[in-house]
């Protein structure tokens, strides 16, 4: 039977359903899911990432296993819940690698900045929104949002990371420019708005926005700053 398309969609990349999970508070995403109109998904790219290598690996298999209750409890779902078969977001993934990993060259070899985690996420939301799902993809990820919302900073970026001189295909900017982006940081304080945190005592804000900064979210003091005046 074919699935009929949600209102809304967040796709989630590796690294954010990890900094839930390795900060012991994938319940916010069980009640975050409780008020959210759509779906949450992952792909299979993502869902090798963070649940089926860890599983085989005692460090992270704790993290795992509780990432894969809530895809079996159907918190987050795979892309054919939201209408999209594996073939096709393969075709388009292996589409958004090589224009990612084509944008920018140093000389006469091309950048590698995104792998296929993050290429599946994009390649998902571009398909979302040619059916005219509204959708955002959650992702700590620096380098992913910046291709997305500040491409010619990106280029700069990476000309102090690497020291040599960046050349960029421009056309590529307008192909990557309809993306919307969240990351776990943001998503913990629409939780904490909508009082879905059961912690009560003590700074519990300023707590788990440092929380998923320290696990791998791209956030710097000054916006956790902004953050908190906002509450």
């Known amino acids: 039977m074919k699935q ?3 209102e809304k969609v967040i796709i989630f990349d590796s690294g954010t359903l990890i900094s839930f999970s390795m900060n012991g508070v994938t319940d916010i995403l069980e009640k975050l899911k409780g008020i959210f109109s759509g779906k949450f998904i992952i792909t299979a790219d993502v869902k090798r990432e963070i649940i089926d290598r860890p599983l ?3 460090k992270f298999s704790l993290e795992a296993l509780k990432l894969k209750q809530l895809l079996d409890k159907k918190i987050i779902e795979m892309p054919l819940s ?3 078969n594996d073939k096709e977001v393969g075709r388009k993934t292996a589409e958004m690698l090589n224009r990612a990993n084509t944008t920018y060259r140093e000389k006469n070899r091309d950048i590698h900045i995104i792998d296929s985690g993050e290429a599946s996420c994009l390649a998902v939301s571009k398909m979302l929104n040619e059916k005219g799902v509204e959708n955002i993809i959650a992702i700590d990820e620096r380098t992913t949002r910046m ?3 500040k491409p010619e ?3 700069k970026l990476l000309e102090k990371r690497l020291h040599v001189k960046i050349n960029s295909d421009k056309a590529d900017y307008n192909f990557f420019k309809n993306f919307k982006f969240i990351r776990s940081a943001e998503l913990v304080y629409v939780a904490y708005k909508k009082g ?3 912690l009560k005592n003590g700074n519990v804000l300023d707590a788990l926005l440092y929380a998923m900064k320290f696990k791998g979210c791209a956030i710097s003091d ?3 700053k902004e953050i908190e ?3």
């Open 196 to 198: 879905l945190i059961d």
């Open 147 to 149: 291709l997305g919302e």
């Open 222 to 224: 000054d916006e956790i």
């Open 4 to 6: 009929q398309s949600p």
């Open 82 to 84: 939201v209408g999209l």
């Open 153 to 155: 900073n990106l280029a």
């Open 56 to 58: 085989q690996i005692k």
């Open 229 to 231: 005046r906002m509450k």
